[in-house]
Antibody, heavy 120, light 110 residues
Framework: EVQLLESGGGLVQPGGSLRLSCAPS????????MSWVRQAPGKGLEWVSVISTSGDDTHYADSVKGRFTISRDNSKKTLYLQMNSLRAEDTAIYYCGKGTYSSSWYYDYWGQGTLVTVSS | QSALTQPPSVSGSPGQSVTISCTGTSSDVGSYNRVSWYQQPPGTAPKLMIYEVTNRPSGVPDRFSGSKSGNTASLTISGLQAEDEADYYC??????????FGTGTKVTVL
């Protein structure tokens, strides 16, 4: 059974930094692209970032570009999201997702999320 | 990248069919058959219901179906059941090699 476990969320002041981690189980980590999405309280889903299987291809939403960095350590089977210069509007539950390739990549499993709160 | 446009809510009685639209642009929905649909009951993680416009993952009832015409994708739930009550989001790949979600639709079973 595929499981994705996010960690690293918490309360941080505006302008601060936080690193989220995602540790998948039940899958061969190196075979899958991975992604982060977020959901602000009471709001809809927002796509944040994606990373290729090798980690050498990454893409970001305009709202986080230049502030967030997605990475993966295939030897540790862990996905990361480094978040810098955090703003109040970054407050959200952050979900990591696993990609599957058919004729293209699509994201079929999501973790239960970790809450990030940016507030003074 | 602007969010794809969905109706805020749709409703139907048990057994009826409902359709949720998802309108994008020629830079996303209109150019790629890479539209997914997710179901999200309150307080839970998103669950994939449809991928690549029309494909259902294993375990998803065949009451759920997807389609696309031009810049608009659609999710149809046939034979609506109480357990289908949830928020639904579309998602599309874009010409910037990113993805974008829809604004979300709350499905209510009357």
């Amino acid at each position: 059974e595929v499981q994705l476990l996010e960690s690293g969320g918490g309360l941080v002041q505006p302008g601060g930094s936080l690193r989220l981690s995602c540790a998948p189980s039940g899958l061969t980590f190196t075979s899958y692209a991975m992604s982060w999405v977020r959901q602000a309280p009471g709001k809809g889903l927002e796509w944040v970032s994606v990373i290729s299987t090798s980690g050498d291809d990454t893409h970001y939403a305009d709202s986080v570009k230049g502030r967030f960095t997605i990475s993966r350590d295939n030897s540790k089977k862990t996905l990361y999201l480094q978040m810098n210069s955090l703003r109040a509007e970054d407050t959200a539950i952050y979900y990591c997702g696993k990609g599957t390739y058919s004729s293209s990549w699509y994201y079929d499993y999501w973790g239960q999320g970790t809450l990030v709160t940016v507030s003074s | 990248q602007s969010a794809l446009t969905q109706p805020p809510s749709v409703s139907g009685s048990p057994g009826q069919s409902v359709t949720i639209s998802c309108t994008g642009t020629s830079s996303d929905v209109g150019s790629y058959n890479r539209v997914s649909w997710y179901q999200q009951p309150p307080g839970t993680a998103p669950k994939l219901m449809i991928y690549e416009v029309t494909n259902r993952p294993s375990g998803v009832p065949d009451r759920f179906s997807g389609s696309k015409s031009g810049n608009t994708a659609s999710l149809t739930i046939s034979g609506l059941q109480a357990e289908d009550e949830a928020d639904y989001y579309c998602n599309s790949y874009t010409s910037n090699s990113t993805y974008v979600f829809g604004t979300g639709t709350k499905v209510t079973v009357l």
